[in-house]
C-alpha cells in the first residue's frame, strides 16, 4: 500500500462523490466501500475527514430547484449536515469507529487563538482514536468570511495539524495534460513536483456540478499542502478501496517543496512579534538545546503583558535570546507557576493546565 508511509491523512470527500447528483441522496453503496477501506488504514494512521456535501444533501428539501440565494444555502447546510454526520457515524460504527463532528469557519484557521483551540481538539480526538469528520461551518460563514470550497478548508486542516497527506477524492483520476472530459486519450500527470503557472492553467478548465470546487481549488488546495510540507493526491473516488488503492498510474501526486518542520518555523516566524519574554536557567537551556519542551521548573523570571497562545521569546540569563515558542498560560498564570514543578500545577492554579509552558512542537531554536 503506497499510502502506508504517511502517518497523519486529510481525506477530503467532495459533494459530487457522496451525494447522487440527481437524486440528491447519499451514495449509501459508495459511502460504505469508503468506510470499510478507511478502518483499514485506521490501524496504523490518524485519519482526518473533510466532507462536503451538506448544501446538496439538504437543498432537496428546501426547493427542487438549484438553490441561488446565500440563506437558502445556509438553510440547506444545516438540514443537510445532521445526515451527512449520521452517515458517517452510522457507516463506521460498524468497525467501532467512533466520530465526532467538527465545522469551521475561516477565523479558525487564521485567528491564533482560535487555530490553536482547533489543532488543541483535533489532537486530543485523534489521541483517542476517534474520526473528526470536518465541514465549513455554512450556516453562519458568508462570503466574505468564508473558506469557499472544501478543498482549501481541508489543506488548511492539514497545515494547521501538520499533516503529511491530502486525499483530495474527485470524479477524475488527477491532473490531465489535457481536459479528459474533452479530448479523448488526454495524458494523465503522474507526479508534480513544482506547482507553477503552466500547471494553475492546465486546472483552470474544469469545475464540477454539486460542489464549489472545481481543478483550480484543487490546485491552490495541493500549494497551500506543499508549502508547509505536506503531500498532496487526486484521485478518482469511484474505484474500489479508494484510498488503499492509490498509486502513481492512477492518481496524480503533488510533492511538498519544503519539510514540515521548516515551514512551520517559518509560519512561527514570519507570523508572529513576540509579547512577552520567559529568563531560563541552564538546565532548561540544555532541554532545549535536545529538543525538549520548555516546564515551568526552568523559568526564572517573565516579562511583558502577553496572552495565552502568544508568542514569547525565551532568553538565557545573559540576555541572549536562544529560541521563540507559544506560550500555553498567559501572564498571570505563568507568573504563579514558575520554578515550580509540573505535578504542582493543578494545585496552584486551580485547574488542570498543561505539563509544559512551552511545548516543544510550538518552539523554534536559533541557531547558535
Ligand atoms: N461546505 C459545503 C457543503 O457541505 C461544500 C463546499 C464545497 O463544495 O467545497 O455542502
Redesign the pocket.
Same mark, same amino acid.
Do not use: P, R, W
Given at each position: 500500500m503506497m499510502i502506508k508511509k504517511f502517518n497523519k491523512i486529510i481525506i477530503k470527500v467532495?459533494?459530487n462523490s457522496i451525494v447522487e447528483p440527481k437524486t440528491k441522496k447519499i451514495k449509501s453503496k459508495w459511502l460504505d466501500r469508503l468506510c470499510k477501506d478507511i478502518a483499514q488504514i485506521h490501524k496504523t494512521t490518524k485519519i482526518i475527514i473533510v466532507?462536503? *456535501?451538506?448544501?446538496?444533501?439538504?437543498s432537496k428539501k428546501i426547493s427542487k430547484s438549484v438553490l441561488r440565494k446565500l440563506e437558502d444555502?445556509q438553510a440547506?447546510?444545516s438540514i443537510?449536515?445532521i445526515e451527512?454526520a449520521y452517515q458517517w457515524r452510522t457507516k463506521l460504527k460498524k468497525y467501532k469507529i467512533n466520530v465526532s463532528q467538527i465545522l469551521l469557519t475561516l477565523e479558525d484557521s487564521e485567528v491564533r487563538r482560535r487555530y490553536l483551540n482547533a489543532r488543541n481538539t483535533i489532537s486530543s480526538l485523534q489521541n483517542k482514536n476517534i474520526i473528526p469528520i470536518i465541514?465549513?461551518n455554512?450556516t453562519v460563514?458568508t462570503e466574505e468570511i468564508k473558506?469557499?470550497?472544501?478543498?482549501?478548508?481541508a489543506a488548511r486542516v492539514a497545515q494547521m495539524i501538520g499533516a503529511d497527506l491530502l486525499v483530495l477524492l474527485s470524479d477524475v483520476d488527477g491532473l490531465y495534460e489535457n481536459n479528459p472530459k474533452k479530448v479523448k486519450n488526454a495524458k494523465k500527470i503522474s507526479e508534480i513536483f513544482k506547482i507553477d503557472k503552466k500547471i494553475e492553467n492546465l486546472a483552470k478548465s474544469q469545475t464540477?456540478e454539486? *460542489?464549489? *470546487?472545481g481543478m483550480t481549488?484543487k490546485i491552490i488546495a495541493a500549494k497551500i499542502c506543499s508549502d508547509n510540507g505536506c503531500t498532496t493526491i487526486i484521485t478518482n473516488s469511484n474505484k474500489h478501496n479508494p484510498i488503499s488503492s492509490i498509486n502513481i498510474n492512477n492518481s496524480t501526486f503533488f510533492y511538498p517543496s519544503t519539510s514540515k518542520n521548516s515551514s512551520r518555523k517559518k509560519w512561527l516566524l514570519n507570523h508572529l512579534n513576540p509579547t512577552g519574554s520567559f529568563i531560563i536557567d541552564e538546565g532548561a537551556k540544555n532541554a532545549i538545546n535536545k529538543n525538549k519542551s520548555l516546564l515551568p521548573a526552568g523559568i526564572i523570571e517573565i516579562r511583558g503583558k502577553f496572552k495565552r497562545g502568544d508568542v514569547v521569546s525565551i532568553l538565557v540569563k545573559n540576555g541572549s535570546k536562544i529560541a521563540l515558542g507559544i506560550s500555553a498560560y498567559d501572564y498571570n498564570d505563568a507568573k504563579k507557576i514558575i520554578g515550580r514543578n509540573t505535578n504542582e500545577i493543578n494545585k496552584i492554579l486551580g485547574f488542570e493546565g498543561r505539563d509544559e509552558v512551552v511545548h516543544k512542537d510550538n518552539l523554534v531554536k536559533f541557531s547558535s
Open positions: 467532495g459533494s466532507c462536503s *456535501g451538506a448544501i446538496a444533501l439538504g444555502k440547506a447546510a443537510g449536515q451527512l465541514n465549513e455554512d460563514a473558506y469557499g470550497d472544501n478543498d482549501k478548508l464540477s454539486l *460542489g464549489s *470546487g481549488t
